[in-house]
């Protein structure tokens, strides 16, 4: 069994490291995310199916993973990266290593590997498709491969995480995330139980969380629901989740969210808003490299305050195409670029960064109870 592994980018860079994880070989887009910590959420955000997550931070897997800190119950992402893997975890909480929990879900794990120089590649060039292979090990053929694999660009990686039937979400925030950092929205109790509809494109599950926390009865749909199919279930408010790839394939996703605005009130996180602003008539366009990590600094436009926030996007809505009506309520302080919109009149509104956190700050956990009194109003 071999023990080398190897990344090789588009653009013909190939990174040698050590294979940790499984076994085989996969493609994807190569991104980065700057979380110091966190990597058991990131690991099974649905957002991640079809790219290869490099983590800047230089050592990973230091407190091991358990079974509480997960956004969904299986991995969607295409490889993980990293400078330094812990091989000595350490925490209470642990039940499993990271080398261990990557073979396990079946997901190649490369260690050793240069992330300032992979991130200096992707931010100099953008986000390019890279191969990660344990049984390839030659240059030639991997960068063939990787110049060879269909890009996530125009592809609809929603269908592939999305749940197949209706379900009830019952679960609340965990205890540990119950401490003096109690998000807003827990403390919030809804004066009665308004039902929440999620649309699901590959929704985290600190969403449904924070939902039930603050009282709410939910009811989980597939992200191809029809409006109709929605509305027959006689919500108080619709979610529209985060979910992968590219919001622009997903045609019936903004007939559907068509068919409800005005209806009932809207509430969109990341994939979810850049869907519904797609509904009201904004345009999508793919920024270099993308935003990923927990510490982006977004301005709240109508409070003048600064929410340090946990993102995870590639997209965005222009800015410039922006139909009247639609007020940008927040914009992120590195490139000014689109974080929130609200449409008043049709009750609905939406950011692109994760109030839901997990991992990250809970600065923007009062979103949720900005749902709840759109609800109740
Ligand atoms: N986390 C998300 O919902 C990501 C949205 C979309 N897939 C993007 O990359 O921009």
């Not at 931010?123 to 269909?150: C, E, F, H, N, Y």
């Not at 749940?163 to 965990?174: S, V």
């Not at 340090?308 to 914009?331: C, K, R, V, Y």
Request: glycine share 10%; hydrophobic share 35%; net charge negative.
């Amino acid at each position: 069994m071999t023990e080398l592994a190897k990344l090789a980018l588009s653009d013909g860079t190939v990174f040698t490291g050590r294979r940790f994880g499984a076994e085989g070989e996969h493609f994807g887009e190569v991104v980065f995310n700057t979380s110091m910590t966190g990597y058991q959420e990131i690991l099974t955000d649905p957002s991640y199916n079809g790219q290869i997550v490099t983590m800047t931070y230089p050592m990973i897997g230091n407190y091991g993973v358990n079974r509480d800190d997960v956004e969904r119950d299986r991995l969607a992402l295409k490889g993980f990266v990293v400078k330094e893997l812990c091989r000595e975890p350490s925490s209470y909480r642990m039940t499993m290593t990271l080398d261990d929990y990557l073979r396990e879900n079946g997901v190649i794990g490369i260690e050793g590997v240069d992330t300032r120089a992979l991130v200096r590649r992707i931010r100099s060039d953008g986000a390019m498709t890279g191969v990660l292979s344990t049984i390839d090990l030659d240059d030639q053929s991997l960068i063939q491969k990787a110049q060879q694999s269909p890009h996530l660009v125009g592809q609809d990686l929603v269908k592939e995480v999305m749940p197949g039937a209706n379900t009830e979400w019952n679960d609340g925030l965990h205890e540990i995330s119950q401490s003096e950092f109690t998000p807003q929205a827990s403390t919030e109790t809804c004066d009665k139980s308004y039902h929440v509809v999620a649309v699901d494109y590959g929704m985290k599950w600190n969403i449904p969380r924070h939902l039930k926390e603050m009282g709410c009865r939910v009811t989980i749909v597939p992200g191809n629901a029809t409006a109709e199919e929605i509305l027959a279930l006689e919500p108080d408010g619709v979610f529209l989740s985060n979910g992968p790839g590219d919001p622009r394939p997903l045609l019936y996703a903004v007939e559907a969210i068509r068919g409800l605005l005005g209806k009932k009130p809207v509430f969109g996180i990341c994939l979810g808003q850049q869907l519904l602003g797609m509904a009201l008539g904004g345009e999508i366009y793919k920024l270099k490299f993308g935003h990923r990590g927990a510490n982006q600094p977004v301005l709240n436009k109508e409070t003048g305050r600064v929410e340090i926030t946990s993102q995870n996007h590639g997209f965005a809505l222009d800015i410039n195409t922006m139909p009247e009506g639609t007020e940008i309520t927040h914009i992120n302080l590195n490139d000014q670029t689109i974080e929130g919109i609200r449409h008043r009149d049709l009750k609905a509104f939406g950011v692109q960064y994760h109030p839901e956190a997990s991992a990250g700050p809970h600065d923007s956990a009062y979103l949720f109870g900005e749902f709840r009194k759109m609800m109740a109003n």
